[in-house]
C-alpha cells in the first residue's frame, strides 16, 4: 500500500494569494512529480525531480515552482494564484519495479480553485 | 492528435458484463500502464506491461507492441468498478523511462 499524502485536499482562495501544496511520502522513493489535471482532461506532468536538491519543469509550462529539500518532502508554490490555476494538482512518487519503467503511486490530489 | 488515445469515452455497462477499454499509441514506448482514478481524485496504477497479457481479479491487460494497442477487460463488472479508466505510456530508456503520457480516460459506469 502506497503512502503518499497531500494537503490540504481542498483550497478556494482568492486572486493574489500566495499558496503552497504540500506532499508527503514515507517510501523513501528518490523520484517525485507533480501533475496538473483539469476536468475531463489528461494529466499533465509540471515539475519532477530526480532527488533532493533536483528538480526540473515538465512537458506543461506552469507558474508554479517547487523544491525538494528532504526525500519525502515536495511542496509546490504557486506565488500569486489566478483564476487559471484552478485546477486538480496531483503528487506522485515512483521506484523502478522492472519491465521497463517505474510504478508510480499517486498522493489523493489537491483542488484549488482561485477566485 | 493526442499520442495516447482512448475508446470509448464513455462506457454505460449494466453489472455483470464484460467490458473492454481500448487504448492506441502512436509513440515508442518502455511500458504502458492502466491505471485507476475514482471520484475525488485518487488514481491507483492497475497493471504496467510491456507485452503480452496480465491478469489481476477480474481484470486483465493486454498489449500488442507492433500494433501500438492495449485493451483492459473487466469481468463480472460490478458497481464498484465505475471509475475513470487512464492509460499512460512510459517513454525513453535508462534514466527518463518514468515519464508518463496519459490518455484522457475512458469513464466507466456500472449499473446494478
Known amino acids: 500500500e502506497a503512502d503518499i499524502y497531500q494537503t490540504p485536499r481542498y483550497l478556494v482562495i482568492g486572486t493574489g494569494k500566495k499558496i503552497t501544496l504540500e506532499c508527503s511520502q514515507t517510501m523513501g522513493h528518490d523520484k517525485m512529480y507533480w501533475y496538473q489535471q483539469d476536468p475531463g482532461m489528461e494529466l499533465h506532468l509540471i515539475h519532477y525531480s530526480y532527488g533532493v536538491n533536483s528538480t526540473e519543469k515538465g512537458d506543461l509550462s506552469s507558474e508554479s515552482t517547487v523544491s525538494r529539500i528532504r526525500t519525502e518532502h515536495f511542496p509546490l508554490t504557486l506565488e500569486s494564484a489566478r483564476p487559471s490555476h484552478t485546477s486538480q494538482y496531483l503528487c506522485a512518487s515512483s521506484e523502478f519495479s522492472g519491465g521497463g519503467a517505474d510504478t508510480q503511486y499517486f498522493g489523493p490530489g489537491t483542488r484549488l480553485t482561485v477566485l | 492528435k493526442n499520442e495516447v488515445e482512448q475508446s470509448p469515452q464513455n462506457l454505460t455497462a449494466q453489472e455483470g458484463e464484460f467490458i473492454t477499454i481500448n487504448c492506441s499509441y502512436s509513440?515508442?514506448?518502455?511500458?504502458l500502464h492502466w491505471l485507476q482514478q475514482h471520484p475525488g481524485g485518487g488514481i491507483v496504477s492497475l497493471f504496467m506491461?510491456?507485452?503480452g497479457k496480465k491478469k489481476h481479479g477480474r481484470l486483465i491487460a493486454t498489449i500488442n507492441i507492433q500494433e501500438k494497442h492495449s485493451s483492459l477487460h473487466i469481468t463480472a463488472s460490478h458497481p464498484r468498478d465505475s471509475a475513470v479508466y487512464i492509460c499512460?505510456?512510459?517513454?525513453?530508456?535508462?534514466?527518463?523511462?518514468?515519464?508518463?503520457?496519459f490518455g484522457k480516460g475512458t469513464l466507466l459506469t456500472v449499473n446494478p
Open positions: 506491461l510491456s507485452s
Open positions: 499512460a505510456v512510459s517513454r525513453g530508456s535508462g534514466g527518463s523511462n518514468y515519464k508518463l503520457t
Open positions: 509513440v515508442g514506448i518502455s511500458a
